[in-house]
């Protein structure tokens, strides 16, 4: 199967196709809907991701049918964690964000090549470190961001299991030409 990786831009129909995905996978991941002091970012993709020019948000599609098969957002840390007050800053820290994959295309390689196109945005905009959260209860998901670089910054020991992770930047040679990259996907 081959997959486009484009940006996000600013397309009702696009930004539609998107959230629908986004929830869809939540509620495949989570149990859950819709939560408004966690989705905020999802029904506002423009003040999020598409218009300050340090953020970015990518999504992987079928060439052949155009569904999407993978998402990952990536922003300037915008959280009030007391625990990191002194560790990040949105102008130094960059933080992932919805990184799905479409179960049909898990273990593949496609997440570590959304990620790797996220960590070379975020170091092509002058960020040292990358923040994220992910949940023990997510299986695999703290070995592959292990596998990713980063490291346990804080489990939290909350009732959502929730890990705090971070890594430096690795610049990346990755030299995209165009909007668009491709990938031959082998699934």
Known sequence: ???????????????????????????????????????????????YY???NRNNFFIAYSEETGEILATI???????????FMHLYSKDTTSS?????????????????????????FANNMGYDDIYLHTHKTLPGAIQFWKKMGFVVALD????????????????LDINPLANDFSYAVKL
């Open 73 to 83: 957002g990536i922003r300037a840390y915008d959280k009030d964690f007391l625990e």
């Open 1 to 47: 199967m081959k997959v486009i990786i484009r940006k996000l831009v600013d397309d009702s129909k696009q930004i539609q196709d998107v959230q629908k995905f986004l929830f869809k996978m939540i509620k495949l991941e989570f149990g859950y809907d819709y939560v408004p002091e966690w989705h905020q970012d999802i029904i506002k993709m423009d003040e």
């Open 50 to 52: 598409i218009n300050p």
């Open 156 to 171: 939290a020991d909350d009732e959502l299991e929730t890990v705090h992770m971070d890594k430096k930047i690795v610049g």
């Open 96 to 120: 992932i964000w919805r990184l799905f994959v479409d179960r049909r295309c898990r273990r593949c390689g496609l997440a570590s090549k959304m990620f790797s196109i996220a960590e070379n």
